[in-house]
């Protein structure tokens, strides 16, 4: 295997352990994890098959729900907005895209939350109160998804101009 590969690979276990240990609420790896894989997997099934993985193994020891549909696929789209900072990793548009994504996450896992879960009226002020119940939980995942983003794009890009045998292939 690759070094390249085996620092990727080492990358997602690290986030499926950080998921794992204890930490803040929503204050994980995983948004930062998916827009990562995005910007710097090769292959690009592997992009979207590691943060579906880290939150698979750890949801085997956290527990299965009933939004999983809902989280996995927005982990895939985020996984496709990495795709967009491929060739441009600036910290600027690296923080922009972990904004973004952290947004997007909320909006749509809180939908989620209000149209399958029967928590909330299936009215405009149920969608309304399911957001604002939510707030609390926003930050945290946005703070989480803009460290976990510098240190992931920052550490690897550190590392790749250290180590010359992490470059990504060219084809």
């Not at 690009?44 to 098959?49: N, V």
């Not at 939004?67 to 922009?96: D, S």
Request: glycine share 8%; net charge positive.
């Amino acid at each position: 295997m690759k070094p390249r590969a085996v620092l990727l690979l080492a990358i997602v276990f690290s986030a499926v352990a950080l998921r794992l240990l204890p930490h803040p609420s929503n204050f994980t790896p995983i948004g930062a994890l998916a827009l990562f894989a995005g910007a710097h997997f090769d292959d690009k099934r592997w992009a979207f098959i590691a943060p579906v993985a880290a939150m698979f193994l750890s949801d085997i020891l956290i527990g299965f729900h009933g939004q999983m549909p809902v989280v996995y696929g927005a982990f895939a789209v985020i996984v496709a907005m990495g795709f967009l900072l491929k060739e441009k990793k600036t910290a600027l548009n690296v923080t922009g895209a972990s904004l973004v994504a952290a947004t997007f996450f909320f909006v749509v896992s809180n939908f989620g939350v209000w149209a399958f879960d029967g928590l909330y009226p299936m009215t405009m002020a149920g969608l309304v109160t399911c957001y604002i119940a939510a707030i609390p939980f926003f930050q945290n995942w946005l703070l989480g998804t803009l460290f976990y983003a510098a240190v992931l794009f920052g550490g690897f890009a550190f590392l790749e101009s250290k180590l010359a045998v992490l470059a990504p292939a060219r084809g």
